[in-house]
């Protein structure tokens, strides 16, 4: 048997700590360096209290802190005050609630271990914005006296979707991105949390979305009220 062929066995751990299987896996070992490619699953503009998401094929079994790099852009200096978590085959990356503004992120190659191979090199720069960047929406839903779901929208994306179960006091929308908002307004009738289309097969009607669509402006480090 050539000897470049080496089996790996990887235990899955629900988070109740219980063992799901273990399973073992043989390939070569040319196929395991540097295979696996990282996807983000962010923007580039990261607000307070958001991580850094990535996704890559398999369930990630390990990975070696000295080939991650995190480095502050405008002095480039390494920023060693962050956590990684792990999500069978999501990696999230946490840094520091102080570190802002542009952030550059270096997974050298083979930073990351999967039971499939190692990842490739991969690199970006994201902006770790504060709450000064953004602006607070307060919106008057008083109108409704039964769940809704509002969705704002910047064009046709729906940028927050917020269920609201009791719409008697106004909402405050915080972390809003600057720019130009519309609206709409999902009537939840059946309290499910999703906007319902009907059944024809029960004549149920869709459940009413009420649009709006005078634009509501945020700005960053103001507060709007509509």
Same mark, same amino acid.
């Given at each position: 048997m050539s000897n470049n062929i080496a089996e790996v066995g990887i235990t899955h751990i629900t988070d109740t700590t219980d063992v799901i299987d273990t399973? *073992?896996? /043989?390939?070569?070992? &040319?196929?395991?360096? $540097?295979?696996? &490619?990282?996807?983000?699953?962010?923007?580039k503009d990261i607000a307070p209290g958001d991580t850094l998401k990535y996704e890559l094929y398999g369930p990630v079994s390990g990975? =070696?802190?000295t080939l991650i790099e995190l480095m502050q852009m405008e002095d480039s200096l390494l920023i060693t005050s962050y956590d990684i978590l792990l999500n069978d085959h999501q990696l999230f990356v946490v840094p520091d609630a102080n570190v802002k503004g542009k952030v550059q992120l270096t997974f050298k190659k083979g930073a990351i271990q999967t039971p499939f191979g190692n990842?490739?090199?991969? &690199? %970006?720069?994201?902006?770790?914005? #504060?709450? $000064?960047?953004? $602006?607070?929406?307060?919106?008057?839903? #008083?109108?409704y006296s039964s769940p809704i779901i509002l969705e704002l929208l910047k064009g046709s994306k729906v940028e927050k979707r917020i269920n609201i179960l009791e719409?008697?006091?106004?909402?405050?929308? %915080?972390?809003? *991105?600057? $720019?130009?908002?519309? *609206? =709409?307004?999902?009537?939840?009738?059946n309290r499910n949390g999703l906007w319902d289309i009907g059944n024809l097969e029960t004549l149920? =009607?869709?459940? =009413?979305?009420?649009?709006?669509? &005078? %634009?509501?402006?945020? /700005?960053?480090?103001?507060?709007?009220?509509?």
């Amino acid at each position: 048997m050539s000897n470049n062929i080496a089996e790996v066995g990887i235990t899955h751990i629900t988070d109740t700590t219980d063992v799901i299987d273990t399973l *073992s896996y /043989r390939f070569r070992n &040319k196929e395991r360096d $540097g295979s696996i &490619k990282l996807q983000a699953l962010h923007t580039k503009d990261i607000a307070p209290g958001d991580t850094l998401k990535y996704e890559l094929y398999g369930p990630v079994s390990g990975w =070696q802190d000295t080939l991650i790099e995190l480095m502050q852009m405008e002095d480039s200096l390494l920023i060693t005050s962050y956590d990684i978590l792990l999500n069978d085959h999501q990696l999230f990356v946490v840094p520091d609630a102080n570190v802002k503004g542009k952030v550059q992120l270096t997974f050298k190659k083979g930073a990351i271990q999967t039971p499939f191979g190692n990842t490739v090199p991969f &690199k %970006e720069t994201v902006n770790m914005n #504060s709450e $000064g960047d953004y $602006g607070v929406l307060t919106i008057d839903v #008083s109108d409704y006296s039964s769940p809704i779901i509002l969705e704002l929208l910047k064009g046709s994306k729906v940028e927050k979707r917020i269920n609201i179960l009791e719409p008697a006091v106004p909402l405050r929308i %915080e972390l809003l *991105s600057p $720019g130009s908002y519309t *609206s =709409q307004v999902i009537r939840d009738d059946n309290r499910n949390g999703l906007w319902d289309i009907g059944n024809l097969e029960t004549l149920t =009607q869709p459940e =009413q979305v009420d649009f709006y669509s &005078k %634009e509501m402006k945020v /700005r960053a480090n103001w507060e709007v009220e509509v």
